[in-house]
């Protein structure tokens, strides 16, 4: 990919879309490097590097990463890839940009290497129906494991089938706490939308349908936006 134009395709979408499957599901089939910005944290607080030493000093106060910092750190990642696959047709950034500020520096910093991105993979579920995929996941007080009131039901609705232990909700699970979440997410991401919507990369996908479905309409929408 060193002498070819990188595809930069981002994806998002609200928690309970789907997004990190569909990611999952579509990036090895465009040739493209799934980049998941938190793993990418994770991997690089390990490392003994300069960078690693400067992420790490705002995670020690238990502060947010600086997006300039997040930047330089996605670039190292993604000049280290064109070093090491040269089989890579680009990334397929999921977690970054998380707000209208970081999706301006993102511009700005691709305009500096004469890159710009291909497109913006949107996995769009409406909200109830996300409301429902979230708060209805119970989970084993004994052994752990996960059950959904309507996805995955256990046999009867207060004991696991496995163990017989007795099934709780998360507190991260209960309506309050998803509607929470998900107003953040849409209060942060509607001008990122907006931002790509009027660059003319944006590709709004139904994410409420099986997920092969989405997977084909993903992969259909962004063939003549990735170059191999
Ligand atoms: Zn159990």
Do not use: W
Not at 17 to 32: D, E, F, I
Not at 92 to 118: W, Y
Not at 151 to 166: H, I, V, Y
Request: proline share 4%.
């Amino acid at each position: 990919m060193a002498e070819h134009a990188v595809n930069y395709v981002i994806i998002v979408g609200p928690q309970g879309a789907g997004k990190g499957t569909q990611a999952a599901a579509v990036a090895p089939r465009l040739g493209l490097e799934h980049v998941a910005t938190g793993d990418l944290f994770r991997a690089i607080l390990k490392s003994e590097s300069e960078l690693g030493d400067e992420v790490r000093h705002y995670y020690d106060q238990g502060a947010l990463v600086p997006d300039d910092l997040t930047i330089r750190v996605l670039f190292a990642h993604i000049e280290q890839l064109q070093e090491e696959k040269r089989g890579t047709t680009g990334v397929l950034l999921d977690g970054f940009p998380r707000n209208a500020a970081q999706a301006k520096s993102l511009d700005d910093a691709l305009a500096e290497r004469g890159e710009a991105i291909s497109a913006v993979v949107l996995v769009d579920v409406p909200r109830p129906e996300l409301m429902k995929r979230l708060t209805g996941r119970l989970v084993c007080s004994n052994c752990g494991a996960t059950y959904h009131r309507e996805f995955n039901p256990p046999k009867s609705a207060e004991t696991c089938d496995q163990c017989g232990g007795e099934l709780f909700q998360r507190s991260d699970d209960t309506p309050e706490a998803v509607e929470k979440r998900l107003e953040i997410y849409y209060e942060q991401t509607e001008p990122i939308l907006e931002h790509y919507r009027e660059q003319g990369v944006l590709l709004e996908i139904d994410g409420n349908r099986e997920i092969d479905s989405v997977t084909a309409d993903i992969l259909d929408s962004l063939k003549d936006r990735v170059s191999a």
